[in-house]
């Protein structure tokens, strides 16, 4: 027999409830360009990343405080807010 492991395990699918040690490593992709962003999502997903996307800067601020990520893809010219002054 096997026993899953992993947010798939979860019943609900839900990964922000799995512990820690269960997630996979988070990437965000911020861009306001949706074909770069899709691109980029495909790439980091099968290379075993979780991403999460924003499209302009102020989204983009509040994702990656709450996720915690290991790694921001940056665009630089974002809608609402410059990446150079972004806190």
Known sequence: FTVP???QALPDGD???APEELRLPTVVVIDDD???TDLLTVYLESAGFEVSSAQD???GLEATRRMNPVAV???????LIHAFLAE
Do not use: C, E
């Open 5 to 7: 492991t992993g947010p």
């Open 57 to 59: 800067g102020p989204s």
């Open 73 to 79: 893809v940056l665009d630089i010219l974002l809608p």
């Open 34 to 36: 949706r074909p770069s």
């Open 15 to 17: 990964v922000s409830r």
